[in-house]
């Protein structure tokens, strides 16, 4: 699977690639021999310009104790910045992420089909 997307990624950037001064609000359609290929707008993302400014408005409007709970931190800044000591007093671990499931062949193939 891993290839396909691989490849899909790579297609879509050598369209991409043919329409470089092409505005973020405009679309276009790329006419081939079996395909047209729609060209769409770039999609809206907004980031935090000023984290400290947000994070003060929310303090003023929530209050400290309800910012401190619907915040997150990313484990990569303590990671990077905590040491481990100091992690164990703050971090939960726990198996709690999915499982993987291994297919095994009990039997040579040929085996296997003639025993169904």
Excluded: C
């Excluded at 790329?30 to 980031?47: C, D, P, V, W």
């Excluded at 003023?60 to 619907?70: D, H, M, S």
């Amino acid at each position: 699977m891993k290839p396909l997307l691989d490849e899909e990624e790579r297609l879509k950037a050598a369209v991409l690639g043919w329409y470089p001064d092409l505005a973020a609000d405009q679309t276009t359609v790329a006419e081939g021999g079996l395909y047209s290929l729609q060209i769409g707008k770039r999609e809206n993302r907004r980031t935090i310009a000023n984290p400290k400014r947000a994070f003060g408005l929310l303090k003023k409007v929530l209050g400290l104790e309800a910012l401190y709970e619907a915040i997150t931190i990313p484990l990569k800044l303590i990671d990077r910045h905590v040491s481990i000591a100091d992690q164990r007093r703050i971090i939960l671990q726990e198996r709690t992420g999915p499982r993987e499931i291994t297919a095994v062949a009990r039997a040579p193939i040929e085996a296997a089909a003639k025993a169904v």
